[in-house]
């Protein structure tokens, strides 16, 4: 998916007319946004798989824990215990559909345990299969209805919504949606990636005061993060304009 619209002719010859200075950061600028417009190939390597992780671990405690609360909760659990097989070994369809042995599927399962925390669980999941399975707008349908409130599924949750709104041509919505997902999270791992995501695409949308204010958060509060170790590239590159 790319955001950003093709240069027109003048863009072009304007840039080649740069002095050496201004093409360095040129160069600049065009290797950070670069980063963003893959950002939903990254999403899918990062914010996906540390779901995947993430979920399947916060399951495996709700199952525990249903043993022991509320039968119906027991009963949702085991009922979505194949799907979670099916989803970390990357058979998204029947995850979400269900097979012929019995399990009926992330979509049908949330409706039908959907007062049920292993139901909002299984929503969730369905929205993660649409969006491996590139059925972004439904993904985003999913996404939107799920109120996590821990610290690391729900902010990893908002992530994999921002990821669908910038998919969908909605990167105003979605660099907001990231912030959030960052706040939310309030750790190390997240929200440092998720800033950074949100401070690319805000200068994608030419708002290089929003971007640098984010960049600056990851350097304050997670400067021993991946992100804050390379931040001050960023840093610079708007405050020496």
Do not use: W
């Amino acid at each position: 998916m790319t955001i950003f619209a093709p240069a027109n002719k003048n863009h072009v010859m304007a840039k080649k007319a740069a002095k050496p200075a201004q093409v360095q950061e040129q160069k600049g600028l065009e290797e950070a946004l670069s980063k963003s417009e893959q950002f939903f190939e990254n999403n899918k390597k990062t914010i996906f798989g540390c779901l995947i992780a993430i979920i399947v671990i916060i399951a495996g405690g709700m199952l525990y824990n249903a043993k022991v609360v509320q039968p119906r909760e027991l009963k949702a659990s085991e009922a979505i215990f194949p799907g979670e097989s099916y989803f970390v070994n990357g058979d998204y369809s029947t995850a979400l559909n269900g097979d012929a042995y019995g399990f009926e599927g992330f979509e049908e399962l949330c409706k039908q345990y959907k007062n049920t925390k292993a139901g909002k669980l299984a929503a969730l999941y369905a929205g993660l299969c649409y969006a491996q399975l590139d059925s972004m707008d439904v993904a985003q349908e999913y996404l939107e209805k799920f109120d996590g409130k821990d610290k690391m599924v729900a902010p990893a949750a908002l992530g994999a919504l921002a990821n669908c709104y910038a998919t969908n041509g909605q990167v105003s919505k979605a660099a907001a949606t990231f912030v959030k997902a960052a706040q939310k999270a309030d750790n190390n791992l997240l929200s440092p990636y998720y800033y950074l995501q949100a401070g690319l695409m805000y200068e994608s949308l030419d708002k290089p005061a929003q971007a640098l204010k984010l960049y600056k958060e990851i350097k304050a509060k997670y400067p021993d993060s991946n992100e804050g170790l390379d931040i001050d590239k960023y840093i610079v590159r708007l405050t020496s304009k």
